[in-house]
């Protein structure tokens, strides 16, 4: 005689009580909803307005970064934001470098 309270296989098959068709048919539905949401963000992004036209060109947020004094031995970091504003790809023929100048 088998004890109703205990866990065994039995148990464990059941889940949620749906069987695997319902399970794949939500999976597939969720697929499909994903892929249209998807589709849907491909063409709002796709609106690119390039301001050159014939050639790449390259646009930076900010041509300087002043960072007042700073303590020697201490990291700084800063950032800037490339973009490319032609409609061409932009290719760098060299490696890019940085120039740091030492101020009064």
């Known amino acids: 005689m088998r004890n109703p309270s205990r866990s065994g296989p039995a148990s464990a098959k ?3 009580g749906l069987p695997l068709p319902v399970w794949l048919a939500f999976a597939g539905i969720l697929l499909i909803i ?3 949401v998807f589709a849907t963000q491909i063409g709002k992004e796709s609106t690119f307005t390039p301001e050159v036209t014939g050639s790449p060109r390259l646009e ?6 002043d960072l007042g004094k700073v303590p020697l031995g201490k990291w700084v970091e800063v950032s800037f934001d490339l973009r490319n504003v032609g409609d061409r790809p932009l290719r760098f023929l060299e490696k890019p470098s940085i120039e740091l100048v030492e101020g009064c």
């Open 14 to 16: 059941r889940g949620l």
């Open 34 to 36: 994903a892929g249209l």
């Open 60 to 65: 930076v947020d900010k041509e300087l970064a």
